[in-house]
């Protein structure tokens, strides 16, 4: 089930958390809503959802126009930051919770449960209760729980939020083989930006309720439609010219030892060495400073030490016509 949303707003009195919002998600893709806190992004998938009622605009699931429908008529799955669990329930009961209700055969319930539990790679927890589970067990059993009763939508509220670093990227690993394997348009709100650019198809970027880029992780990266995009993609100096500034990239950046071409020369004030990495400050000729990154190879060559002087020149970068970050 695709999904489109076409000049949605919200606003909660005098806060304006969305303006005249569009995008557009295809049958079976995997999207990300990126961008800080307080961006809207939550605001715009319980919207999606049903959960928030619009003040203007439409929202279309498979171009069927659902904007006035309640929650339970989307075929929306939702998965909460909290993981929302019932604590007095077993992992087989919550899994099987919506299907229960809709007084669905014990026998399909079983089975399903069993299907669902394979699928996020935790059969034989059906009876375990979730103070029982990990903090990543606790949200494959919310994932498990969302599908459970087949959604043709599956929305992700920061899914990964709470959890510490390396549970979070086996996470992202088994989202983007569990969306795979079950073919559920996904949509997930997520603030960070390698979080999304790892396992999303099309990444949507808000800031202050309007999108400022919708595009493919590649494009969104190499083509940054702005220097707030950029910027929230990754650390980035913003070197000032005598005509514009250029957006680069510490490790766009070409460093000698000796002058070449119409590269600046510079003082190196900081060394920090972070394992195949070795990360530079430097201060050019005319004040300003900027972030450089070096490989192994390239640091090992160059052999930087504070108070030596070194010579750059950007081999990438990006110039904003107008625009500030």
């Known amino acids: 089930m695709s999904i489109a949303v076409r000049g949605v707003s919200k606003s909660f009195g005098k806060i304006r958390a969305l303006h005249d919002v569009d995008l557009r998600l295809e049958r079976g893709m995997l999207g990300a809503l990126l961008g800080p806190s307080g961006c809207g992004k939550t605001t715009l998938l319980r919207a999606i959802a049903g959960f928030e009622a619009v003040d203007g605009g439409r929202i279309l699931l498979d171009e069927r126009d659902v904007t006035d429908l309640p929650l339970g008529r989307r075929q929306v799955g939702f998965v909460f930051q909290s993981y929302a669990l019932f604590p007095h329930q077993t992992v087989e009961e919550n899994i099987g919770f919506a299907l229960a209700v809709r007084r669905r055969p014990e026998s399909e319930i079983r089975a399903r449960v069993a299907e669902l539990l394979d699928l996020v790679h935790l059969s034989g927890y059906e009876r375990r209760r979730p103070h029982e589970l990990s903090g990543g067990q606790r949200q494959r059993i919310a994932l498990a729980r969302a599908l459970a009763a087949n959604p043709s939508i599956l929305l992700l509220d920061e899914p990964f939020a709470a959890l510490d670093a390396q549970v979070r990227k086996d996470l992202r690993r088994a989202l983007r083989e569990l969306h795979e394997r079950a073919h559920v348009t996904t949509l997930l709100v997520t603030h960070d930006a390698d979080e999304a650019m790892e396992i999303a198809d099309r990444i949507v970027i808000l800031r202050e309720g309007i999108v400022q880029q919708e595009a493919p992780p590649r494009q969104v990266y190499a083509e940054p439609a702005n220097p707030f995009v950029m910027r929230f993609l990754g650390e980035v100096n913003a070197v000032r010219g005598s005509s514009s500034t250029l957006y680069v990239r510490p490790r766009d950046f070409r460093v000698e030892a000796r002058s070449f071409g119409e590269a600046a020369s510079g003082s190196i004030e900081r060394v920090l060495d972070v394992g195949a990495r ?48």
């Open 278 to 325: 070795t990360l530079l400050d430097v201060v050019l000729a005319d004040g300003q400073r900027v972030s450089v990154e070096l490989g192994s190879d390239r640091a090992a060559r160059l052999a930087p030490q504070p108070g030596n002087v070194v010579y750059l020149e950007p081999t990438r970068y990006r110039a904003f016509d107008g625009l500030t970050a």
